[in-house]
């Protein structure tokens, strides 16, 4: 399998798959395929399987592509504006990554849910109890919102992160929450009660634009309008636009 990734702001993933290749994406995601690609429906690992990965945030049904008779491509997209990001994984190595973080994957790898270890880690840690746990052998790739910021943490070394904005990392990675500190920073700081904080060894990959943070500041832009049935307006310095 060969790939591409196009695109700056709104990237795509382009995957050249020779006969007998499998890629697995989550559904909703295709952006094209060639006319001898064959795409297949299925609840991966069985019903318990589809379970999992909903938990993780993901769709209970995966969509399955091979081509037939000779060589063919397939296109994704990702969901928001950032990067995707190719991670090759080893035989029983794993990734932990944010929930809907996924995009798609060699036939290999296997996607389930990971329990977040400590409880207030995932009450308060922006993710919920569970992330995405993603474990070779095989390619998998990964979709984080806005830039990238890479960190190989070593032994014992802490890095606090806005809850939102932890995309991906290393197993060995310990992930617990902290609470912010005095109490004008809490009160008049603007960011969370809680940071996560992560502690080394191990590579971390932080997101600048999650996807919750870019729904909350188109949000502020939005209204609605006038009292009709799936009515809006956008207010952008003072001119309003909408129905």
Known sequence: MRYKILGSVMQHLVLELEPGEVVVAESGRLLFMSDNVKMETKVRGGFLGGLKRKIAGESFFMVHFSPVKGPGIVGFAAESPGKIIPVELGQGESMLCQRDAFLAAEEGVKIEAAFVRRLGAGLFGGEGLFLQRLTGPGIFFANIGGEIIEYDLKEGQRLL?????????QPSVTYDIKRVRGVRNI?????????????????????????????????????????????????????????
């Open 161 to 169: 992160v806005d809850t939102s904005c932890v995309g991906m990392f």
């Open 187 to 243: 009160l008049f700081g603007g960011e969370s009660l809680f940071l996560v904080e992560l502690t080394g060894p191990g590579k971390v990959w932080l997101q600048s634009m999650p996807v919750r943070e870019l729904a909350r500041e188109i949000g502020k832009y939005l209204s609605s309008g006038g009292g009709e049935k799936g009515g809006f307006s956008i207010d952008i310095g003072g001119f309003k636009i909408g129905r």
